[in-house]
């Protein structure tokens, strides 16, 4: 069989942290050619067993290649990477964890400055990069031409979800997202808290805990039907006149046991705010427009 001699897009990748550098290994690992540049040039030098070039600054890396990948810890750290660096022509594609506005500020700044923009939000952490069956991706959004161009070798460190033009809709999603887990870890928290000083060992809650979690989730379904429809009430089989009048007993219990309620309280006060507005035959929902201001 003839070898393949079609050479594959190179990438530059600013920043080498653990989640850029996961990423440049799995780059190089499907044999594209890649340079790296990181602030501490030691995390860069590692890679260069595996192939990679290193670049002396952030803009020769930034003129390496077409396609330039960033992964730095926040937007700051973007602005001090890419302050005066030439990005005529480049495709820059900012993976750094950002607010909406930000995303889309960067991308004003990007076209100012002659680049092309994408903005990423990475759901996946460093191990789940190169392991397809993880199941993580990074949505992207901005420039859809972009994209589509990069499709193929964006998604070789992790898939891809594309999610708009509006450059800040990649951040909006991840950041909804993780918020989402946040609520999660933060009732597992709760959870815990309660068996601590039991002779209950933590080890054979957590399956129960994580299976009850997982048979809860298909609930954001129905959510996002009752916002879609408007109507809250549609399907409820848990309203919420009986779910409020269970909470002094969880609120009890805390006490009881030890715990502060501050992370369970105030979400039983929006459930409680919602039922004196009369939404008792809803369910959760309605919390929802308590929330939007
Ligand atoms: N790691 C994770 O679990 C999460 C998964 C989801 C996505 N996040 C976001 O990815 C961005 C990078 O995260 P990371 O895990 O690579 O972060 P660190 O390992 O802390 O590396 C940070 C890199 O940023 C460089 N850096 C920081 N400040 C500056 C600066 N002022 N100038 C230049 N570079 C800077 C740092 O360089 P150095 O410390 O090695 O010199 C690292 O390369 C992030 O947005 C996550 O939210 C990861």
Same mark, same amino acid.
């Given at each position: ?7 594959k ?9 653990a ?72 495709d ?8 909406p506005?930000?995303?889309?500020a960067?991308?004003?700044w ?38 589509e ?15 708009? /033009? ?7 999603? /991840? ?16 959870a ?20 009850w979690?997982?048979?809860?989730i ?14 809250y ?25 030890g ?23 809803? /369910?959760?929902?309605?919390v ?6």
């Amino acid at each position: 069989m003839e070898p393949n001699t079609v050479e594959k897009p190179s990438v530059t990748v600013l920043g080498l942290g653990a989640m850029g550098t996961a990423l440049a290994r799995a780059w190089l690992a499907a044999g594209h050619p890649l340079t790296v540049w990181n602030r501490t040039p030691a995390r860069a030098a590692a890679l260069t067993p595996e192939g990679a070039r290193v670049a002396g600054s952030a803009a020769q890396a930034v003129a390496a290649s077409a396609l330039v990948v960033v992964c730095l810890l926040d937007d700051s750290s973007v602005d001090q990477v890419l302050a005066g660096v030439d990005l005529a022509g480049r495709d820059l594609v900012n993976l750094t964890t950002s607010t909406p506005a930000q995303a889309r500020a960067r991308a004003a700044w990007a076209r100012r400055h002659g680049a092309r923009y994408l903005d990423g939000g990475i759901m996946a952490v460093p191990p789940m990069i190169g392991v397809p069956e993880a199941g993580g991706y990074v949505f992207y959004s901005g420039s859809r031409a972009l994209f589509e161009r990069h499709r193929e070798t964006l998604g070789v460190p992790v898939g891809t979800t594309y999610v708009g /033009d509006d450059a800040g809709f990649a951040a909006l999603y /991840d950041v909804a997202l993780l918020s989402a887990m946040y609520g999660m870890f933060a009732g597992a928290a709760h959870a815990f808290a309660l068996i601590r000083r039991e002779d209950i060992d933590p080890a054979a809650l957590a399956p129960l805990l994580a299976d009850w979690l997982v048979a809860m989730i298909p609930a954001v379904h129905q959510t996002a039907d009752h916002l879609r429809s408007g109507d809250y009430t549609k399907g409820v089989v848990s309203p919420l006149a009986m779910q409020v009048a269970g909470t002094p007993t969880f609120l009890r219990t805390a006490e009881q046991q030890g715990v502060s309620p501050e992370l369970l309280r105030p979400y039983f006060d929006l459930m409680r705010r919602r039922l004196a507005e009369g939404g008792g035959e809803e /369910d959760l929902t309605g919390v929802i427009d308590l929330l939007v201001q």
